[in-house]
């Protein structure tokens, strides 16, 4: 079954420290991933996709097919980086697409 | 507003009551989904419309209904709902099923039941 694991509830760091966000799938097809975030009081929006293979806001995460994982990582992490963090997974299922979400990571950057 | 709004941001509702969460998009996106988000759970995909068909329903209880009247509304009926239904719902658009687009999410609407 298509699911989204993320094992870490809540993720505690201090300003400038290297940051990774776990994330693994299962997935029976070829995997499409992305990270969502949503920071205080705002709305849940797209950080970025694996198939772009951008840095956004310093984030990287690479798909690794082998671990069926797809890691967020940041060297240095900014307390502006405080958010809730969801990886998603496009299941194709059914001749449509839609989003399946982990349960989230919560990253707390403290000064 | 640009994006997608939802309506009301909060909502107290007894268990024999009934009201309606409403969800408006202006990017002409024609595919619109609501979500469910319990604390410390995944996102719950519940519903899924594509101009304005309904494509899935993802095994969600009769006491939600869903109503799209245009590719840029959807609300979502609630009657003689329960205390565990109470979660913040999540509207979300994009531009179409087919396509890799990004979603765009609404604030949210944060339901309790009482």
């Known amino acids: 079954a298509q699911r989204v694991t993320q094992p870490e509830k809540l993720l505690s760091v201090f300003k400038g420290a290297p940051v990774e966000l776990k994330c693994n799938y299962s997935y029976s097809g070829s995997p499409e991933l992305f990270w969502y975030v949503q920071y205080s009081r705002q709305r849940l929006q797209l950080l970025l996709r694996h198939i772009s293979r951008e840095s956004i806001k310093g984030f990287t995460a690479d798909l690794n097919k082998g671990e069926t994982s797809f890691h967020l990582k940041k060297p240095f992490a900014q307390e502006e980086d405080s958010a809730m963090y969801y990886c998603a997974l496009k299941d194709k299922a059914g001749g449509y697409n839609k989003l399946i979400f982990g349960a989230g990571t919560r990253l707390a950057v403290h000064p | 507003e640009t994006g997608v709004t939802q309506t009301p941001r909060h909502l107290v509702m007894g268990m024999t009551n009934k009201k309606s969460l409403k969800c408006e998009q202006h990017?002409?996106?024609?595919?619109m989904y609501w979500y469910k988000q319990s604390a410390k759970k995944p996102l719950e995909l519940m519903f899924v419309y594509s101009l304005e068909e309904r494509v899935e329903n993802n095994s969600v209880p009769s006491r939600f209904s869903p109503e799209c009247p245009n590719s840029s509304h959807l609300f979502l009926h609630l009657h003689t709902l329960q205390p565990e239904d109470s979660a913040l719902y999540l509207c979300?658009?994009?531009?179409?099923?087919?396509?890799?687009?990004?979603?765009?999410f609404g604030q949210g609407t944060r339901l309790t039941v009482v």
């Open positions: 990017l002409g996106h024609n595919a």
């Open positions: 979300a658009s994009s531009q179409d099923l087919a396509a890799n687009t990004e979603a765009f």
